[in-house]
């Protein structure tokens, strides 16, 4: 682990590049970002693959600089799908028309909250990027939650990966 610079990276393929070169052949690369303890993002290089991006509040990195380079047109255009989408859409089809209802009759507390520019107040991305490194989505989530600080979820995940005293040597 160590601490790298960022005023060079302007996108997401320049901070997998940096990635990319700080690993030894192609191992797996995580990189840790936190912005002023308002939110933090997880970002995983393997090899030549797409990096995979978890980030604790999409809205709040959405004000800052570098969530331009963390919240990619795919990862905040995938952020109204769910995985019960397709079950949703079954249901609907199910249904009589008598039953369903429009956009304009649905109560604005089921609609989900959404910072600047329509991204989404919350987590957001693969929030099963280090499940095979022992942490499950569950607990990467729940680092993400309501009143939860970024900065006591990176030592906590830091630990959880056995790399907490490099992190702490790097603050």
């Known amino acids: 682990m160590s601490e790298t610079e960022l005023d060079n990276v302007e996108t997401l393929a320049d901070l997998a590049d940096l990635a990319r070169?700080?690993?030894?052949?192609d191992d797996t690369v995580l990189l840790f970002i936190e912005q002023e303890d308002t939110w933090f993002?997880?970002?995983r290089v393997d090899g030549e693959d797409d990096p995979r991006i978890f980030v604790s509040d999409a809205a709040a990195a959405a004000r800052s600089s570098?969530?331009?380079v963390v919240l990619t047109?795919?990862?905040?255009?995938?952020a109204?799908?769910?995985?019960?989408?397709?079950?949703?859409n079954l249901v609907t089809d199910l249904e009589d028309g008598d039953a369903e209802l429009s956009a304009d009759d649905e109560d604005d507390e089921d609609r989900p909250l959404t910072g600047p520019g329509g991204v989404p107040v919350g987590p957001l991305g693969d929030s099963e990027l280090l499940t095979e490194?022992?942490?499950p989505a569950a607990d990467l989530l729940e680092l993400s939650g309501e009143g939860a600080e970024p900065g006591d979820a990176l030592a906590e995940l830091a630990e959880a990966l056995?790399?907490?005293e490099v992190l702490e040597a790097v603050r």
């Open 80 to 88: 109204g799908d769910s995985e019960f989408d397709d079950l949703d």
């Open 66 to 68: 570098y969530g331009d």
């Open 21 to 25: 070169e700080s690993a030894q052949d």
């Open 162 to 164: 056995g790399c907490g």
């Open 73 to 78: 047109e795919e990862l905040v255009g995938r």
């Open 133 to 135: 490194f022992g942490v």
């Open 41 to 43: 993002a997880v970002v």
